[in-house]
């Protein structure tokens, strides 16, 4: 599964380069203010070049961006595009997870998004050192210059996720900037948080029933199951969906992984969907379940039987289960504490208590945008 990175309202770390004095200088001029954008921030020079507050390279330039690109959100290098382009080359992995990469001339006229525009914040990260120094960005990613949306850039402000992320992207971006007409239905559990993104070159549509013309669809919602519609359709799946659980030692996965699926179904909702599962402690090393986390590439919350036992309450207990774990129920108070955690919301149809497994399902109103 193509996991899409959350968007970041500040960067968690940043490194700064620079080549010449003149980087130098308009680097010890940026310093001061780069905890507006990110938490951490280090610089780095060359030994001939080092003053008080840069590390020297290691070794190289080179050798040091390459250890840098691994540990660190997004690198900002003051210097020749030409330089850090054939230094990058052989660094690069996958848009989806490449550091963001901006490059300055260094008389601080220009901030240049070289490297993971969208998703990587590039652009975003360009738009506010120009801002900080009174340069000019320069943004080449082909929506931003058509001045459209771009569907990479709504999923991470959803925290949405798409079936075959990288070919929808690429297909549903292209037709953005080629100017074809491209609807947009949002699921109206959604309308709110999406009317506030942006959705330039898309065509809304209220009504799947009755489309105008169109050359595709993208659909917001966290349904399974949409009207089957004659014209090639992209889902965006935002992740609002908990999993609570609880099962015997030594459930196989696939057992889990049948009950949860015939849930779903039931219930309507893409595997997509999920933003998280959780359980008791005493289940940090069931294996079913740690698949199942890895399965859907959503994070493991453990709660302690004293966190559940409070919540216990609300729900049918069993004296086995207390007996065996410490509180009566698990799937149902894990999954509280689940939308507790994700900022409230619903529990989704009945809880389901077979072969030895509960399964709760709820609806976060977690908003990320």
């Known amino acids: 599964m193509n996991t899409v990175r959350p968007e970041a309202t500040k960067l968690n770390s940043l490194a700064l380069f620079c080549l010449t004095p003149g980087g130098v200088r308009l680097a010890q001029r940026l310093q001061p203010m ?6 951490h921030s280090e610089s780095f020079t060359s030994e001939k070049l080092a003053v008080p507050g840069f590390s020297t390279f290691d070794g190289s330039f080179a050798a040091s961006m390459a250890q840098a690109f691994t540990r660190f959100d997004a690198l900002v290098v003051i210097g020749a595009t030409g330089i850090v382009v054939r230094v990058l080359a052989p660094l690069l992995q996958d848009k989806l997870q490449d550091p963001a990469v901006v490059v300055l001339d260094e008389r601080g006229q220009h901030a240049i998004s070289l490297l993971s525009g969208h998703l990587g914040g590039a652009n975003r990260l360009a738009r506010q050192i120009a801002a900080l120094i009174d340069a000019e960005p320069v943004i080449t990613t082909a929506t931003d210059v058509n001045e459209v949306a771009a569907l990479d850039m709504l999923a991470q402000k959803l925290d949405a ?5 990288r070919q929808g992207v690429k297909r549903v971006n292209q037709m953005l900037v080629s100017g074809d007409r491209v609807g947009l239905w949002i699921d109206p559990m959604f309308d709110e948080h999406v009317s506030e993104q942006d959705r330039r070159g898309f065509m809304v549509v209220d009504d ?3 489309l105008p013309d169109l050359s595709a669809m993208e659909c ?10 004659t014209l090639p359709v992209f889902k965006l799946v935002p992740k609002r969906v908990v999993l609570g659980v609880g099962c015997r030692r030594d459930t196989p996965f696939a057992t889990v992984h049948h009950l949860l699926l015939q849930q779903l179904t039931l219930l309507n909702i893409d595997p997509l969907a999920f933003l998280a599962i959780g359980s008791i402690t005493l289940k940090q090393d069931e294996a079913a379940l740690q698949q199942l986390a890895q399965r859907y590439a959503v994070p493991f919350h453990l709660f302690t039987p004293d966190a559940l036992r409070e919540h216990e309450h609300r729900f049918p207990c069993s004296e086995f289960v207390r007996k065996t774990v410490g509180v009566g129920c698990v799937s149902q108070p894990a999954a509280w504490l689940l939308l507790e955690k994700y900022g409230g919301g619903k529990f989704m149809g009945e809880t389901l208590r077979e072969q030895g497994v509960t399964l709760t399902l709820a609806l976060t109103l977690q908003e990320t945008f």
């Open 34 to 39: 780069l905890a507006q954008i990110s938490l």
């Open 220 to 229: 917001i919602s966290r349904q399974a199951n949409l009207p089957p519609l």
């Open 161 to 165: 996720q798409l079936a075959d992320f």
């Open 208 to 210: 799947l029933a009755a």
